[in-house]
């Protein structure tokens, strides 16, 4: 069966999706469909990996790499890259973060950068269009840190428009007020083959000589240091100025030999880090950076660190018939874990075996041996974490390490499988030892909480830090109780919970750091606090349930835009409903015992009704974040998984007396 049948979809959608309409074998025939649809995109080696697609930035600075670099011009792929920046183009004229999203600068610079380099016509119109809406917001010169840095690499602008990043940061103890161990992993690895470069102040190759001066209401050269972003305190604004201004007349004046030390430093922690063709951190931008920071340093292209790291970019690049992108990084083991739990609870003959042969496939992936970054604030914390990527031991995640834990769980309990015990009480020793001190978890890091940095000039974008989030702290609540704590029996779970309550809002939901945005949160703790055994009449829960379904969409899904990080978020604004959204409000309204709701049944038939013929479902929205305000994800998996596993749960929840989730997730 290879989709929902045409007529009973038509049926559902005439009926206006009223509660009560949906026969039994419709919901079967979708959750049959969606399935398969799911079980079609395996690998061959048993895991799943799904397009991670961000905005434009990753695709354009992948051009320019290029260009910097002078590499031989691969005219067909610059030709896909083109056509993709071009449709993604804003009725704005500029370029969004977010689907039909809201322009953005930076993005725009850099979108319409890529495409002069690529040879498009500063005349053309679609060029004209960026330039205008570029001009009509102030110009180029309110660009943020991360461009102005490629421009100064690119001599657009001076290295007096960029943040001092003095290289010796690397060399400064713990105690100190700014130390690499006191940033998110994603800062740390991008910062310091980024201060070599600052040390160094290289210029592009850039063999077309092009610049985009004409996107500045002024001389580009003549510009300083950008301005206090929204989110930091103009006191410390002002210290960290002054501090900048400082550094700024006296780093010249450093020993020559402290220098060499602190790149020397530098190089090393990059080194031990370089993960391969998987890439530092396994992200794009520190990749980047290390391969332009060896150009610089005199390294050329065949040299085996530069040469592995820029391989190891190109394998990041999903390429089509008529366009190409760059993606940020990939995630086989979200996707995989993920896949499996909606797998398992549809069942089946299929479906089970192949859930089973995606979690033997992550099993080997467990880090046990290497004690990354983490452990600077957790020396006597065994490892036993999972990334994110195919691989990253330096920086497992605790988020992946929670979801895969529970699923090898479900998985052992249900069917009996064996094999899984060892991965899965390593995994919890590991969550169990990275909690931080205000009960919360975080999703790299632990006590990541200085949050005076975020007022750094560096850190305009505000995402410097890696502190507890609500989604996470949930994902770990959810693991711990499903294995069989509870906030009687354990002191993470009920200093877990304890952090959830504090930190609701008053209309009943919780913010989601990784996911967009108090849905995703909502989902994510009504699923723990289920799981953790607290009262369904729990005032908490019932404010959630109520804030579910007061925010539904009228044509009985949900939907939430990346507007709702704004720092003046005032309250819930409407947007149109998505598949993933829809699901997690309704796996969040049936964890807080809500099965029997008018609100579940409408999005349960929405989600039917917006099937397609693959059984799957099309979502052009972006419903995951990166950095909010600054950067977000869309992962083309969640309209896959998410809404089978919403729709096998109404199933299984419907044909059973209790109508209680049993399992964390």
């Given at each position: 069966?290879?989709?929902?049948?045409?007529?009973?979809?038509?049926?559902?959608?005439?009926?206006?999706?009223?509660?009560?309409?949906?026969?039994?074998?419709?919901?079967?025939?979708?959750?049959?469909?969606?399935?398969?649809?799911?079980?079609?995109?395996?690998?061959?080696?048993?895991?799943?990996?799904?397009?991670?697609?961000?905005?434009?930035?990753?695709?354009?600075?992948?051009?320019?790499?290029?260009?910097?670099?002078?590499?031989?011009?691969?005219?067909?792929?610059?030709?896909?890259?083109?056509?993709?920046?071009?449709?993604?183009?804003?009725?704005?004229?500029?370029?969004?973060?977010?689907?039909?999203?809201?322009?953005?600068?930076?993005?725009?610079?850099?979108?319409?950068?890529?495409?002069?380099?690529?040879?498009?016509?500063?005349?053309?119109?679609?060029?004209?269009?960026?330039?205008?809406?570029?001009?009509?917001?102030?110009?180029?010169?309110?660009?943020?840190?991360?461009?102005?840095?490629?421009?100064?690499?690119?001599?657009?602008?001076?290295?007096?428009?960029?943040?001092?990043?003095?290289?010796?940061?690397?060399l400064l103890p713990f105690w100190s007020p700014f130390h690499l161990n006191k940033i998110s992993y994603w800062a740390r690895t991008t910062m310091v083959p980024l201060m070599v470069l600052a040390a160094l102040k290289p210029r592009a190759k850039n063999p077309k000589g092009v610049g985009i001066d004409e996107l500045f209401l002024q001389d580009p050269r003549s510009i300083g240091m950008t301005a206090k972003a929204p989110h930091q305190s103009?006191?410390?604004?002002?210290?960290?100025?002054?501090?900048?201004?400082?550094?700024?007349?006296?780093?010249?004046?450093?020993?020559?030999?402290?220098?060499?030390?602190?790149?020397?430093?530098?190089?090393?922690?990059?080194?031990?880090?370089?993960?391969?063709?998987?890439?530092?951190?396994?992200?794009?931008?520190?990749?980047?950076?290390?391969?332009?920071?060896?150009?610089?340093?005199?390294?050329?292209?065949?040299?085996?660190?530069?040469?592995?790291?820029?391989?190891?970019?190109?394998?990041?690049?999903?390429?089509?018939?008529?366009?190409?992108?760059?993606?940020?990084?990939?995630?086989?083991?979200?996707?995989?874990?993920?896949?499996?739990?909606?797998?398992?609870?549809?069942?089946?003959?299929?479906?089970?075996?192949?859930?089973?042969?995606?979690?033997?496939?992550?099993?080997?992936?467990?880090?046990?041996?290497?004690?990354?970054?983490?452990?600077?604030?957790?020396?006597?914390?065994?490892?036993?974490?999972?990334?994110?990527?195919?691989?990253?031991?330096?920086?497992?995640?605790?988020?992946?390490?929670?979801?895969?834990?529970?699923?090898?769980?479900?998985?052992?309990?249900?069917?009996?499988?064996?094999?899984?015990?060892?991965?899965?009480?390593?995994?919890?020793?590991?969550?169990?030892?990275?909690?931080?001190?205000?009960?919360?978890?975080?999703?790299?890091?632990?006590?990541?909480?200085?949050?005076?940095?975020?007022?750094?000039?560096?850190?305009?974008?505000?995402?410097?830090?890696?502190?507890?989030?609500?989604?996470?702290?949930?994902?770990?609540?959810?693991?711990?109780?499903?294995?069989?704590?509870?906030?009687?029996?354990?002191?993470?779970?009920?200093?877990?919970?304890?952090?959830?309550?504090?930190?609701?809002?008053?209309?009943?939901?919780?913010?989601?750091?990784?996911?967009?945005?108090?849905?995703?949160?909502?989902?994510?703790?009504?699923?723990?606090?289920?799981?953790?055994?607290?009262?369904?009449?729990?005032?908490?829960?019932?404010?959630?349930?109520?804030?579910?379904?007061?925010?539904?969409?009228?044509?009985?899904?949900?939907?939430?835009?990346?507007v709702s990080y704004r720092l003046d978020y005032k309250g819930w604004e409407a947007a149109p409903s998505t598949a993933s959204q829809t699901a997690w409000a309704l796996l969040a309204l049936m964890a807080a015992g809500e099965v029997d709701h008018p609100a579940v049944a409408r999005g349960v038939e929405y989600l039917i009704a917006t099937q397609n013929k693959k059984g799957l479902w099309d979502e052009q929205r972006y419903t995951a974040t990166?950095?909010?305000?600054?950067?977000?994800?869309?992962?083309?998996?969640?309209?896959?998984?998410?809404?089978?596993?919403?729709?096998?749960?109404?199933?299984?929840?419907?044909?059973?007396?209790?109508?209680?989730?049993?399992?964390?997730?």
């Amino acid at each position: 069966m290879d989709s929902v049948n045409a007529t009973s979809r038509e049926a559902l959608q005439q009926e206006a999706l009223q509660p009560g309409t949906l026969q039994p074998g419709i919901l079967e025939s979708s959750i049959a469909s969606a399935t398969q649809g799911v079980l079609d995109l395996q690998q061959a080696d048993g895991h799943w990996v799904f397009e991670l697609e961000a905005d434009c930035t990753i695709p354009a600075e992948y051009v320019l790499l290029r260009h910097y670099l002078a590499e031989p011009v691969d005219a067909v792929l610059e030709a896909k890259i083109a056509n993709y920046l071009r449709r993604i183009q804003g009725a704005h004229g500029g370029w969004p973060l977010v689907h039909d999203g809201e322009f953005d600068m930076s993005a725009s610079v850099k979108a319409y950068f890529a495409l002069k380099m690529i040879g498009d016509s500063v005349d053309a119109p679609h060029m004209v269009r960026a330039r205008e809406a570029i001009h009509a917001r102030g110009g180029a010169i309110h660009s943020n840190v991360f461009t102005r840095f490629l421009l100064a690499m690119y001599g657009v602008v001076t290295w007096r428009a960029v943040p001092v990043l003095p290289i010796e940061i690397v060399l400064l103890p713990f105690w100190s007020p700014f130390h690499l161990n006191k940033i998110s992993y994603w800062a740390r690895t991008t910062m310091v083959p980024l201060m070599v470069l600052a040390a160094l102040k290289p210029r592009a190759k850039n063999p077309k000589g092009v610049g985009i001066d004409e996107l500045f209401l002024q001389d580009p050269r003549s510009i300083g240091m950008t301005a206090k972003a929204p989110h930091q305190s103009m006191a410390w604004f002002l210290l960290f100025r002054s501090l900048d201004a400082i550094l700024r007349v006296i780093e010249p004046l450093f020993p020559k030999s402290l220098r060499k030390r602190a790149i020397d430093a530098a190089l090393a922690f990059t080194e031990e880090r370089l993960n391969g063709e998987d890439g530092m951190g396994a992200i794009y931008p520190p990749m980047a950076n290390i391969v332009m920071m060896y150009d610089a340093l005199g390294k050329d292209e065949n040299y085996p660190p530069r040469a592995v790291t820029r391989r190891g970019i190109d394998k990041l690049l999903v390429i089509g018939e008529e366009e190409a992108y760059c993606q940020p990084c990939v995630s086989p083991v979200w996707d995989t874990t993920l896949t499996a739990h909606a797998l398992l609870e549809a069942g089946g003959d299929k479906a089970v075996p192949a859930a089973k042969q995606g979690l033997d496939w992550l099993i080997p992936r467990q880090e046990l041996e290497l004690k990354g970054d983490w452990a600077v604030k957790r020396p006597d914390v065994r490892p036993g974490g999972w990334a994110f990527q195919y691989n990253n031991a330096h920086y497992p995640d605790l988020d992946d390490t929670a979801v895969v834990v529970m699923s090898m769980d479900r998985m052992r309990r249900e069917h009996g499988a064996t094999g899984y015990d060892t991965a899965i009480a390593r995994g919890r020793e590991w969550i169990e030892g990275m909690q931080s001190d205000d009960g919360g978890w975080a999703a790299f890091d632990v006590n990541n909480l200085e949050y005076y940095l975020n007022n750094i000039p560096f850190s305009d974008h505000g995402a410097l830090l890696d502190p507890p989030t609500e989604d996470v702290t949930a994902r770990c609540i959810s693991m711990l109780a499903q294995l069989g704590e509870t906030a009687k029996t354990s002191k993470h779970v009920a200093d877990g919970v304890a952090y959830l309550r504090k930190t609701q809002h008053p209309e009943g939901s919780w913010y989601g750091r990784w996911g967009m945005n108090f849905i995703y949160g909502t989902w994510s703790v009504l699923c723990a606090l289920n799981m953790a055994g607290v009262d369904h009449k729990d005032p908490m829960i019932r404010r959630a349930a109520a804030w579910l379904a007061s925010i539904q969409n009228k044509d009985g899904g949900w939907g939430e835009d990346a507007v709702s990080y704004r720092l003046d978020y005032k309250g819930w604004e409407a947007a149109p409903s998505t598949a993933s959204q829809t699901a997690w409000a309704l796996l969040a309204l049936m964890a807080a015992g809500e099965v029997d709701h008018p609100a579940v049944a409408r999005g349960v038939e929405y989600l039917i009704a917006t099937q397609n013929k693959k059984g799957l479902w099309d979502e052009q929205r972006y419903t995951a974040t990166g950095f909010p305000r600054v950067f977000y994800l869309r992962y083309h998996g969640y309209p896959k998984f998410f809404p089978l596993w919403a729709l096998a749960r109404y199933r299984n929840l419907r044909n059973t007396n209790s109508r209680v989730v049993g399992v964390g997730m």
